[in-house]
T-cell receptor, first 115, second 113 residues
């Protein structure tokens, strides 16, 4: 089961910042927070990830609370092309058998950016 | 630099048939993971291949099997297809056995009639 809780849907006005929340109250100290998005019927697109510190890249910023029990993905200037389902994922550092930690997806947040 | 590619794009099969889906990882990547995404749901992990071996498996029956080739490409095979196997099948590639960002392909849409 997914270890995260996200609102099922959110709206955002074009040009404004979109702030997508995620709760992960049972996160372990060595688990990462990953964000992906999926535009209708396409493969998920990687956005950003972090462990403890806030992170920023050309797509978004990730703010992780000090207790690591929640995080917020920020799209600074949302456009219509940012309309998608956004997935927040808690990922273990390793799987078993020498494998990577796999991604456990929930249902995500459907973000609708409106003109 | 080509990203992750998958073939075919769409596929229609009937119940009881067998299907093979293919994935070529991103250049420089050696680990391939497969996911199944039913309509309206998030992707579900099927299995992961590294060094030509299945390293980790999700909660999927033995009808789902895979293979990784020396060039790191991978196949997903599903036998005795059921209507419930209709889904978008996604391949993701990454590097090594340590946690590394997985990059997804466009997927193969499988319809079972």
């Amino acid at each position: 089961d997914a270890k995260t809780t996200q609102p099922p849907s959110m709206d955002c006005a074009e040009g404004r910042a979109a702030n997508l929340p995620c709760n992960h109250s049972t996160i372990s100290g060595n688990e990462y927070v990953y964000w992906y998005r999926q535009i209708h019927s396409q493969g998920p697109q990687y956005i950003i990830h972090g462990l403890k510190n806030n992170e920023t890249n050309e797509m978004a910023s990730l703010i992780i609370t000090e207790d690591r029990k929640s995080s917020t993905l920020i799209l600074p200037h949302a456009t219509l092309r940012d309309t998608a389902v956004y997935y927040c994922i808690v990922r273990p550092p390793r799987g078993y058998g020498g494998s990577q930690g796999n991604l456990i997806f929930g249902k995500g947040t459907k973000l609708s950016v409106k003109p | 630099d080509a990203g992750v590619t998958q073939s075919p794009t769409h596929l229609i099969k009937t119940r009881g048939q067998q299907v093979t889906l293919r994935c070529s990882p991103k250049s420089g990547h050696d680990t391939v993971s497969w996911y199944q995404q039913a309509l309206g749901q998030g992707p579900q992990f099927i299995f992961q291949y590294y060094e030509e071996e299945e390293r980790q498996r999700g909660n999927f029956p033995d009808r789902f099997s895979g293979h990784q080739f020396p060039n790191y490409s991978s196949e997903l095979n599903v036998n005795a297809l059921l209507l419930g196997d209709s889904a978008l099948y996604l391949c993701a590639s990454s590097v090594g056995s340590f946690t590394d960002t997985q990059y997804f392909g466009p997927g193969t849409r499988l319809t079972v009639l």
